[in-house]
């Protein structure tokens, strides 16, 4: 693993703002459950986000609408017992926090209470700005979410790159930089452009994390089970797979079937 110049025996908000400022790229991943994000802490990871695509990956919806608070407050219980060193931020799944900036805060506050995250994540700019506030006030730290923000899929109708056109991009940039006034200590930035994920990453003073957005932002973030290779049918270009988990665990439960049925499993070593 490459050495920092930094480094943080426990990560906190601070420190991404610190590491912008040494130009030391932050890595994120997501983790939902104990037993990963006990593995991915103790690898080093910066930043474990308990995202809401937890919907698609852990309980195999199509989208991350489904998930409740509920949901994203037991994911996040079980990661925060895992972890040592890196900062948790927890999403505000659909439906906790569009209706009113009150019912945004009562959203946060229960994941900060009921699962012990670090902050919360939320989708959108200009129009959420209310709540960012509130939460913000209540000295819950936010990280801002922008380009193709899964939540509002149906209204995208598309899966595809955002904030191509011209007034999409410099709506992205007003959001970004209202986000950052509000108070916001970082911005993910999904699926758009590159040179549009540069010129945010160098306008704003707080780090942006790019997922399909280049080389260009303050850090990087996948979803752990792509990373891994666990979900085979999800091949964005954005997307490096390191293993190839599907097969290796497929074949291994085919050799464990295998020895069952022939009396190979278990031997007299294995046996009391
Ligand atoms: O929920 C999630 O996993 C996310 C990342 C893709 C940024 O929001």
């Not at 399909?212 to 997307?239: C, K, M, S, W, Y």
């Amino acid at each position: 693993m490459a050495k920092h110049k930094l480094e943080f025996k426990k990560v906190t908000t601070n420190s991404l703002l610190e590491m912008k400022e040494h130009s030391q790229k932050i890595s994120m991943l997501t983790s939902y459950d104990y037993s990963l994000a006990k593995i991915v802490d103790a690898a080093g990871i910066d930043v474990i986000l308990v995202g809401d695509s937890a919907s698609n990956v852990m309980a195999g919806h199509i989208s991350t609408l489904p998930i409740t608070l509920d949901h994203m407050i037991y994911h996040a219980q079980s990661v925060i017992k895992a972890v040592e060193r890196a900062l948790v931020v927890v999403d505000l799944p659909f439906g906790s926090y569009q209706g009113n900036s009150k019912e945004a805060l009562a959203s946060a506050i229960r994941i900060m209470k009921e699962a012990g995250a670090h902050a919360i994540k939320m989708e959108g700019g200009e129009e959420i700005l209310e709540s960012v506030k509130r939460i913000l006030s209540a000295g819950i730290p936010v990280m801002g979410h922008l380009g193709l923000t899964p939540q509002s899929i149906f209204k995208f109708g598309t899966y595809a790159v955002r904030a191509k056109e011209e007034a999409e991009a410099e709506k992205l940039m007003v959001d970004a930089q209202l986000l950052e006034e509000a108070g916001c200590f970082s911005i993910v930035l999904e699926k758009i452009p590159s040179a549009l994920a540069e010129n945010v990453s160098k306008t704003l003073h707080i780090p942006t994390i790019g997922i399909g957005a280049g080389n260009a932002t303050d850090g990087q973030v996948l979803v752990l089970h792509d990373l891994l290779g666990i979900t085979n049918e999800f091949n964005p270009r954005f997307l490096r797979r390191y293993m190839n988990l599907y097969d290796d665990i497929k074949s291994a439960v085919g050799k464990y079937i295998d020895d069952v049925r022939n009396i190979d499993f278990p031997n007299e070593q294995e046996s009391y």
